[in-house]
Structures are given as structure tokens and as C-alpha cells.
């Protein structure tokens, strides 16, 4: 089957599959992503602080495909918060990924534990890259439920996603309701927890059941929570594994028994956004 997208609150369409380069070395960067793009994938993940969009960028004009057929989301730098920072930096990505656009900019990580910067304020800049085409979509990435609601409050534009980390480990249910009241679709991060659950008895058992991988189903199950997606792997075979997700499906009772993994706070596997400077 193909890859869904999942409707966003500017009316655009996101794939809800895509492939995530956190960790690739730059060098391997473009022969990755194109790894990707001839398995079918049509959406990748980067950001300025992975060191890789120019790979990226190179992998997307190589592949021959049209530039509206492929989703590129990058995300702002945690050093370049404070507005002229921040359009410097979009400067940046667009001209390392030297693809005219981005469909999706993220602010990273909210910073509120950083004397001096202000969520409003670098949001704002998003909003004016957004108004200028330049960003096609707009978002945020590890907010918490109290950073949204100051843009709820102080800013127009509504983020289109959240992207957080979320995987059978860590619900992160607060947030992820948050966005399904307000319209903010959530991207769930570190999908696998980079391969922490795919050992775990009840994945095993439920892969079992399915004949498909420990991988399959945990993904399988966060497309079925109607969140997107991007699992990373240098691996073809891998690659390959990480998109067969749309010919199967998982039974409430084994949705139920990967829901039931959740560890709360103890799952999480990355820094904690309120505290993370
Ligand atoms: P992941 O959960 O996708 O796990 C990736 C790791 O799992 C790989 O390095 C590999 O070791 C293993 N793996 C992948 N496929 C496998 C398979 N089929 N079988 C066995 N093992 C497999 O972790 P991730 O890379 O941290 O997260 C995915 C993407 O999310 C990143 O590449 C990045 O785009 C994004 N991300 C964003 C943030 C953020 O702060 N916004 C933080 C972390 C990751």
C-alpha cells in the first residue's frame, strides 16, 4: 500500500511515513536519503544541528523527482533563538538544502530554561517565514502543553505539528491531547526509542502474531495513533522493513498491549524540554 498523509491545520498534507536523519554522518547523508526516496519514501526529517541538510538537499535534486513530490522539514538551531539568529539561520538551511523552500520549519526545542530567550519572540520569525512562502508549513518540536498555550495566547499562527518524542516507552499523552484538541499533529520522535522496544515481550509476542518484525508493528502502531512517523536507519534492508507498514494492521488487543508499555516519565529516553537549555 502507499503512505497516508495526515491533513495539517494550514490545509496542507504531510505523508505520514518519512525518513529520519538524526546521526547520519553528513558524508552518508545523500546516499541514505537516496536509499530512501527509491524505497518510496516522499518525506525526510533533518535539522541545522544534525550537520546534514546539505545531503539532503543533494539526495532530493538528484532523485528526479519534482520538488513538490518529496517533504523536507528542517528545524532552528538551538543557538539561534533570538530573532536576527533565527532568519540568519533559516537563511542557512535553505541555502545548504538548495531547494528553494522548505515544506515544514520547526522552532527545535523550546529553550525556556535559557535566561534571555523567549518562545514568543523566535516564534514570531517563524510566522513572518511562513507569511513569505519561504516555510510552508510551520512548527514546534518538544513543546509542552504550557509553551503551547503561550502561542495559543501571544501568537496567530497555530503551530501545524508538535513533534515530541513518543514511543510505546513514553505516551506523552498530556501533549499529544493537547494537539488533538487544537488542531497540532503530533510527530512522534524516536518511534523505536532507536531500538529500546523492539526487544520487549509483548513486541516480540505481537510481531509473532502478525509474522512481521518487532519494528513493523511498533510503527504500525503509531500510524494507527495517527501520528507521522520518520524512523532513521542506514541500513537498506532496514529502510526497506521501516516503510512495509500499510498491508497489515494491528487489533485493538495489540494496540492495547503496546499502549500498556507506557513507563511514564522513566520511559523517556532524550533530555526533558522544560529543563533542556
Ligand atoms: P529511531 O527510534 O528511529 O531509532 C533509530 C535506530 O533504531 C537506528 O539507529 C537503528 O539502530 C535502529 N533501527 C532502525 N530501524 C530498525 C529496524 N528495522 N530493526 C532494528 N533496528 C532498527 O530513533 P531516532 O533516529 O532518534 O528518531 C527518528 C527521527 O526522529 C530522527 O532521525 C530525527 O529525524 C527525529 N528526532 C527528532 C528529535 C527532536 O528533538 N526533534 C530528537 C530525536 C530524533
Known sequence: GTVPTVSL???????????????VEPEQTAEAVATALEVGYRHVDTAQMY??????????RASGLAREDVWVTSKLSNAAHAPDDARRAFDETLAALDLGYVDLFLVHWPLT????LDIVATWKVLEELHADGRARSVGVSNFQVPHLRRLAQECDVVPAVNQVEVHPYLANEEVRAYGRDHGIVTEAWSPIAQG????DPAVL?????LDRTPAQVVLRWHV?????VFPKSVTAERVRENFALFDFELDGSQM?????LDKGEEGRTGPHPDTFD
Do not use: C, H, K
Request: aromatic share 4%; glycine share 16%.
Open 196 to 199: 529500546a522496544v523492539l526487544t
Open 51 to 60: 550537520g546534514n541538510e546539505a545531503g539532503v538537499g543533494e539526495a532530493v
Open 224 to 228: 494507527q495513533r495517527g501520528d507521522v
Open 9 to 23: 491545520n494550514d490545509g496542507r498534507a504531510i505523508p505520514q511515513l518519512g525518513f529520519g536523519v538524526y546521526q
Open 205 to 209: 509476542a505481537v510481531a509473532r502474531e
Open 113 to 116: 530554561a535559557v535566561d534571555g
Open 256 to 260: 492495547e498491549q503496546l499502549t500498556s
